[in-house]
Each structure stands twice: as C-alpha cells, then as structure tokens.
C-alpha cells in the first residue's frame, strides 16, 4: 500500500471524538433558535476563514486577504494542508506585516500574537498528486471527518465550555474566543481538491440549523477557458462563484484579474511630506502602499456581501492614458521643412485644368472600365453575380485631383507603418512567435491585442467592454489564408506577427531605424529604387505604397532589443516595413518614396552599386 496513504487508526480515533461532540448540536440548536435572524452590524468585526492550497494558489489568496479590512476582518482563520508549510509561514509572514503596519513597530510572530489576531490550522489532503484512485476514498473520508471536526464539533464544545464557565468566571474572554460559536462568516476558496470536504462541512452546520458562513469560490488565474475539477464540484454548492477569465465559464460572473487589482485602503492617507501613513503611524507593508484604486476586481468580492459597507475614502475610477511625452522629431521636421517643399515639388497643374463635369465623366470612366453586366431585361439573369471584369488585370486606383481650396489636403503624408515577419517554425510550434511578439512589442512600444497590459487592446469587450482601439496601433498574429500540403500548412494556422503604427508612431519608428539602426547594418548602402522598366501605370507605382525589406542583423540593431539581446530565444528574423501614404493613382509610390527620402532614408539606383 502506498505510504502515503491515509491511516485507518487516525480515522477510527477521529469517529469516537465526534460521537461524543455531535449531541451538544442539539442543544446549541434548541439554545440559539432566536439568534439565527440576526443581522449584521456594520461596525461588527467579521470572521474569515482562508484556504490556503500550495503555491498560486497561496500567492492569489494571500493577495486577496491583504486588501481586506484589518480592523473591521480581525479574526482571520487559515487552513492549510498538512505538510504544506511554506503556505503556513507564507501566512505568517502576512500577519507580522499587518500587525507591524498597524503598531509602527517591527513584530515577530509568536503563539500569542497568532491566537490573538490569527490563527493556522492543517488539514489532511483529500488526494496527493500522483495517488491511487483504490486508496483516494479513504483519504478523503478522513479528510471529510477531519474537516467536521474544525467546522461543526470544535466550535460548539468551545462555546459550550465558555457558557458552562460564564457564571463562574467574572474576567471577559479574549477578542478571538468570543465568536467560537461561528466558524466563519466568510469562506474564501480557490482550490485545490482540499477544499471539496471543507464546504460539505459546511453543509452539515446548515444541515442542523447552525450559522453557516457566506461561501465565496474564486476561480484560479491560470484556469482560462476551463474550469478545474474542484470548481467543477463545487460551482453548484458554493454561494458565489466568480472567475477571473470571461471565457473560463460563460455562466459565471468575472471581477477581473488578481494579477491587476490593487485596492486602495481605507486606513492609509498621505501626510504632507508625502509618506504614506497608516493609522497615524508610517505604512511599512509595501502591499498598502497604493494611492490609486482601479476598477472594481475581484479583491473587492467582499462588496457582494450584505455586510460589506463601502468605504467613504473609496475614489472612482479613471481612465488613464499614457500620452506622448515629446516632440516627436520627424513630425516637427515634417511640419516645418518638408510640408511647403512636398507641395511645391508635388505640384502637378494638369490635374486642376479638367472641370467638374469632366472629372465626374473621366471617374464614370474610369470605374466602369471592363465591367461587364447581364441583360437585366431576361429573366434568367436574375439574382446572378457580378460578371467578372474584362481582362486580367486589377482596376487601378483612382487619382484625385488637388483642391483648389484647400492645398493641403492631398499632401502627401504617412498614414500608417505596417511591419510584417514571418516564421517557418511557428507551422509546426505556435510557441515559436511568442519571441517574435516580444521583439515586436519591443521596437514598436505597442502592446498585442488581447494584452492585459492595455485595456485598449483588450478584444471581446474584456475588461471594458467594446472593439479594441485599433487607432492606437497593435501587434497581432498573422493567419495563412490558404492551405499548402507541400509545407504541412492549414488555413488558419499563425505563421507569423503584424505591427501596425499610425502616423505619429509611425514617425517615431522610422526615427529610430534612420537615426541607429541603419548607419550600423553592415554592407547597406541604401534601399533599391525600382528599374526604369517599370510601367507607370503597374500597381506597385500607383499603389502609394513604399515596402522595405531589412534582414535578420537589423532586429539586434535596434536600442530597444540590443540592451538585452541575449534573453531573446529567437535571435533574429527577416522583416518588411510597408510605409503607407495616402497618395494613389499615378506617380503615387514615386511622392510617397521622395517623402520617405525627406525623412531620411536612403535610395539607391541600382546602376550605382
């Protein structure tokens, strides 16, 4: 039998302790019939009971405590599993830093202080990781009566012996012993399987008409689009239920991210000289030390309750924007120098000699040119599709003529800059663009769609509801479109990253890659105009579209990414920069590329290499 299994003396030692403990149920219940219906005072202290798994599990629920209440959640109770004591001391340590906050002075943990303020208790593990499905029954049943034990049995013997010694005894119990009685008035869970037996407990204080605490299950953060098997369980026993991913479970209600929140205490206000104090004394817990309370997250779960009494200090929230915090460079130099000598050298004087009716003609023209259409007059041709246009050539864009009112309307300017890299790799391992998004995240200074790190960005609504804003530029996953079983290539699958930056950051990173990467790329000397042999009227010449293609040395060029080259898996990849403009028509490439030369970068004949 595996060794870790539960021991059956332990159980059998467990059953005749509750023998003698459950009839005093009875009683308590005959004893407190009247006191069921009392509610709540808001100045009432309100005890919490904390399941502590192992590892997240702690750091989340830990983080949920330490934005409760200290003065108003006093009697804190943690349960821990047995053997597991780095969660114990991880609790521990919470306390001596609350109590160190609220006294100024630097505690240490001791029993008296832990009975005082907190307490931590073990529990055996419903199931070890890697244990017999034969022997996990067992265990469970002991963990179940082990639970029982610390929910129904001890609290009513304590509160049993105090009344018997109330008449007795003139001193007042301590803080802590006064509510023995109640097991909690709060049961924080997040998992893991533990915690199944400690809400059937649960169920037998209500099953005998005993307070039973408010139970409260939060879904761990690293469950995204499934549940785990104990919230599985328990979603239907629990009395709030609560998710930290909106896709995690559609049904269920989702605060936000524990990874964001940081609520703001009630009991810290900031002095004059601007330190931060609590309670008249200096704040030296580091987790309290936050002036700024975000949305509501699920720290604030507590607010569900009918207990919970917000706090008058509590400050909306408000959107914050990190702007721009210069002049960008190439917009100042555009503006200046480049504006009045683009419309004087782009000046085209045919394009104004037409009239109205005569543009309006030659665009007619223009956009039914090879368009064929079926006789509307048979009755076969109904509801048919377009006809395809004659010839096998795309349509050409229209070009718009210059305005005679406003001059700088069709100035050529940057409207967006689109870079583009692809990875062989990612076909067989998605994983492989996760560096890549970082490199991209990195020379670009945007942030992904769907990243937490921007609200903006986030998609589906998450978080603030609404598209994302795309005009704020974004980092996003390129899909094939087509399939090729050649290259084991699906429809769908990521091949590869796509930054698009509008015009202002659009700027900022052509100043980067003019001012430091490309006077240090080894063997440039410049961007290859187009052959003379190139018809004027291709769409590459009409398009408006410049494309720049820089190869896998020029990723490490970059000051964002060479600081800390070496932490990238991915040491470099090929990439292309499509600068668009909004010029189309005829020599529309040709002022978007003598815009990009004012700009700085360089062109090359090919006849001069």
């Given at each position: 039998?595996?060794?870790?299994?539960?021991?059956?003396?332990?159980?059998?030692?467990?059953?005749?302790?509750?023998?003698?403990?459950?009839?005093?149920?009875?009683?308590?219940?005959?004893?407190?019939?009247?006191?069921?219906?009392?509610?709540?005072?808001?100045?009432?202290?309100?005890?919490?009971?904390?399941?502590?798994?192992?590892?997240?599990?702690?750091?989340?629920?830990?983080?949920?405590?330490?934005?409760?209440?200290?003065?108003?959640?006093?009697?804190?109770?943690?349960?821990?599993?047995?053997?597991?004591?780095?969660?114990?001391?991880?609790?521990?340590?919470?306390?001596?830093?609350?109590?160190?906050?609220?006294?100024?002075?630097?505690?240490?943990?001791?029993?008296?202080?832990?009975?005082?303020?907190?307490?931590?208790?073990?529990?055996?593990?419903?199931?070890?990781?890697?244990?017999?499905?034969?022997?996990?029954?067992?265990?469970?049943?002991?963990?179940?009566?082990?639970?029982?034990?610390?929910?129904?049995?001890?609290?009513?013997?304590?509160?049993?012996?105090?009344?018997?010694?109330?008449?007795?005894?003139?001193?007042?119990?301590?803080?802590?012993?006064?509510?023995?009685?109640?097991?909690?008035?709060?049961?924080?869970?997040?998992?893991?399987?533990?915690?199944?037996?400690?809400?059937?407990?649960?169920?037998?204080?209500?099953?005998?008409?005993?307070?039973?605490?408010?139970?409260?299950?939060?879904?761990?953060?690293?469950?995204?689009?499934?549940?785990?098997?104990?919230?599985?369980?328990?979603?239907?026993?629990?009395?709030?239920?609560?998710?930290?991913?909106?896709?995690?479970?559609?049904?269920?209600?989702?605060r936000g991210w524990l990874r964001e929140a940081r609520q703001t205490n009630p009991h810290i206000r900031r002095a004059e000289d601007g330190k931060l104090i609590l309670n008249g004394t200096p704040a030296l817990m580091r987790a309290e030390l936050c002036n700024v309370q975000p949305r509501r997250t699920i720290l604030q779960l507590v607010g569900m309750l009918p207990h919970y009494v917000e706090p008058r200090t509590a400050t909306p929230q408000r959107p914050l924007t990190i702007g721009p915090t210069g002049l960008s460079r190439l917009q100042e130099h555009y503006n200046s120098v480049l504006a009045p000598d683009l419309l004087y050298m782009t000046y085209d004087a045919g394009l104004e000699t037409a009239t109205e009716e005569e543009r309006a003609a030659e665009a007619h023209k223009a956009a039914t040119k090879g368009v064929r259409e079926w006789d509307t007059t048979s009755p076969y041709t109904q509801n048919r599709p377009n006809r395809p246009p004659r010839g096998n050539r795309q349509p050409q864009p229209l070009s718009k003529p210059i305005s005679s009112t406003d001059p700088l309307r069709d100035l050529v300017r940057l409207e967006k800059v689109v870079i583009t890299a692809f990875h062989?790799?990612?076909?067989?391992?998605?994983?492989?663009?996760?560096?890549?998004?970082?490199?991209?995240?990195?020379?670009?200074?945007?942030?992904?769609?769907?990243?937490?790190?921007?609200?903006?960005?986030?998609?589906?609504?998450?978080?603030?509801?609404?598209?994302?804003?795309?005009?704020?530029?974004?980092?996003?996953?390129?899909?094939?479109?087509?399939?090729?079983?050649?290259?084991?290539?699906?429809?769908?699958?990521?091949?590869?990253?796509?930054?698009?930056?509008?015009?202002?950051?659009?700027?900022?990173?052509?100043?980067?890659?003019?001012?430091?990467?490309?006077?240090?790329?080894?063997?440039?000397?410049?961007?290859?105009?187009?052959?003379?042999?190139?018809?004027?009227?291709?769409?590459?010449?009409?398009?408006?579209?410049?494309?720049?293609?820089?190869?896998?040395?020029?990723?490490?060029?970059?000051?964002?990414?060479?600081?800390?080259?070496?932490?990238?898996?991915?040491?470099?990849?090929?990439?292309?920069?499509?600068?668009?403009?909004?010029?189309?028509?005829?020599?529309?490439?040709?002022?978007?590329?003598?815009?990009?030369?004012?700009?700085?970068?360089?062109?090359?004949?090919?006849?001069?290499?």
């Open positions: 039998m595996n060794s870790r299994a539960p021991n059956v003396r332990t159980i059998a030692l467990i059953i005749p302790s509750l023998r003698k403990r459950l009839p005093l149920v009875g009683a308590y219940y005959q004893q407190n019939k009247k006191e069921r219906g009392h509610k709540r005072n808001a100045n009432e202290t309100i005890k919490v009971a904390v399941f502590l798994g192992s590892g997240g599990h702690t750091a989340e629920m830990l983080t949920l405590v330490s934005s409760l209440d200290p003065d108003r959640y006093r009697q804190r109770v943690y349960y821990v599993s047995d053997g597991d004591q780095l969660s114990a001391n991880k609790a521990r340590q919470l306390e001596t830093r609350l109590v160190s906050a609220r006294t100024g002075q630097i505690q240490q943990t001791t029993s008296a202080t832990e009975s005082a303020h907190f307490q931590v208790k073990e529990l055996p593990r419903a199931r070890r990781v890697h244990q017999s499905f034969a022997t996990t029954p067992l265990s469970a049943a002991r963990s179940f009566l082990v639970c029982l034990d610390h929910v129904v049995t001890r609290p009513l013997s304590a509160t049993w012996h105090r009344r018997s010694t109330r008449s007795t005894s003139t001193n007042a119990t301590s803080s802590y012993t006064q509510k023995d009685d109640v097991f909690a008035d709060l049961l924080l869970l997040n998992g893991p399987g533990t915690c199944v037996p400690l809400v059937l407990a649960v169920y037998v204080r209500k099953f005998f008409g005993l307070h039973a605490p408010h139970i409260m299950y939060i879904e761990s953060f690293a469950r995204v689009q499934s549940l785990s098997l104990s919230a599985k369980l328990l979603k239907g026993l629990v009395d709030t239920f609560v998710v930290q991913w909106p896709e995690a479970s559609k049904d269920a209600e989702c062989k790799a990612a076909i067989g391992n998605k994983n492989a663009l996760v560096p890549l998004v970082a490199q991209f995240r990195a020379i670009t200074g945007v942030s992904p769609l769907g990243s937490l790190s921007d609200p903006a960005m986030l998609v589906g609504g998450r978080g603030g509801g609404g598209p994302p804003d795309l005009t704020r530029g974004h980092i996003e996953v390129v899909k094939a479109r087509v399939g090729a079983a050649s290259f084991k290539l699906r429809p769908g699958m990521p091949v590869g990253v796509k930054a698009t930056l509008p015009g202002p950051l659009g700027l900022d990173f052509l100043d980067v890659l003019v001012t430091f990467v490309l006077p240090r790329l080894r063997g440039f000397q410049g961007f290859l105009l187009p052959p003379s042999s190139q018809p004027p009227a291709s769409p590459a010449a009409m398009s408006g579209v410049v494309s720049l293609g820089m190869g896998p040395d020029a990723m490490a060029l970059f000051p964002q990414t060479e600081v800390n080259w070496d932490q990238y898996p991915l040491r470099g990849l090929g990439f292309q920069i499509d600068c668009i403009t909004n010029q189309r028509g005829k020599h529309a490439t040709e002022r978007a590329r003598t815009l990009l030369s004012g700009l700085g970068l360089p062109f090359v004949r090919r006849a001069a290499l």
